[in-house]
């Protein structure tokens, strides 16, 4: 069974501090990605990645970076928080170039 | 720019009844599309698919319409029950030319029973 997990489902962090968010997929997927949820907006990919080491900017980059060290992990990284970054952050993960993309449960991040 | 739309953010419906969730797209060089369904608190789980060769696909309960040439798909649910009440996203892709999905912003399902 397909399993993506998020190491945190909620987090409350300050504005200015750096948060990291962490995704594992078990599947040996080769492709990953992260996503914000925003009421009204629907999904926004921020990053993804097709292989270790290799990363492409999504849609709404800016504020973020990505790391993927190993196959199976990729993390999102907010270098410095701020209120805007409140959201629902997903990860999901997807194999080669045909299929769904499987997602994780969720961090819901709070940013004082 | 939003190339998936969906323009109802919300849906009721009675128990038993058909649902049906509307998505149009503008980029014509789509060619699969797919629904998720997402319960609060939970990340979006895949519901079923429609490649561009076909205009139809069914899987028990729920079936996908793609007319291509309005660039507009549609989800059925039929017969509604009460477990579909949920937030439901359409998203589409260019198979083969690489990994991004484009996905709605949703349309929240509501059935009463």
């Known amino acids: 069974d397909v399993k993506v997990t998020q190491s945190s489902r909620y987090l409350v962090k300050r504005t200015g501090e750096k948060v990291f968010l962490e995704c594992v997929q078990d599947?040996?997927?080769?492709?990953m990605f992260w996503y914000r949820q925003d009421p009204g907006l629907g999904l926004r990919l921020i990053y993804f990645?097709?292989?270790?080491?290799?990363?492409e900017k999504g849609d709404i980059p800016e504020g973020y970076s990505v790391s993927r060290e190993k196959k199976e992990r990729f993390s999102l990284i907010l270098e410095s928080a701020s209120t805007n970054q409140t959201s629902m952050y997903l990860c999901?993960?997807?194999?080669?170039?045909?299929?769904?993309?499987?997602f994780g449960p969720g961090t819901r991040l709070l940013v004082l | 720019d939003q190339q998936v739309k969906q323009n109802s953010p919300s849906l009721s419906v009675q128990e038993g009844r058909i649902s049906i969730l509307n998505c149009d797209y503008t980029?014509?060089?789509?060619?699969?599309f797919l629904w998720y369904k997402k319960y609060p608190a939970e990340g979006p789980t895949f519901l079923i698919s429609?490649?561009?060769?076909?205009d139809k696909n069914e899987d028990g309960r729920f079936t996908v319409f793609l007319n291509k040439s309005a660039k507009h798909l549609s989800l059925h649910i039929v017969p509604s029950q009460p477990g579909d009440s949920a937030v439901y996203f359409c998203?589409?892709?260019?198979?083969?030319?690489?990994?991004?999905?484009?996905f709605g912003t949703g349309t929240s399902l509501t059935v009463i029973p």
């Open positions: 998203a589409a892709s260019r198979r083969g030319t690489g990994n991004q999905f484009y």
């Open positions: 980029n014509s060089m789509f060619d699969y």
């Open positions: 429609i490649s561009s060769i076909k």
């Open positions: 599947m040996d997927h080769e492709n």
């Open positions: 999901a993960s997807k194999a080669g170039r045909e299929g769904t993309q499987y």
């Open positions: 990645s097709y292989d270790v080491k290799m990363k």
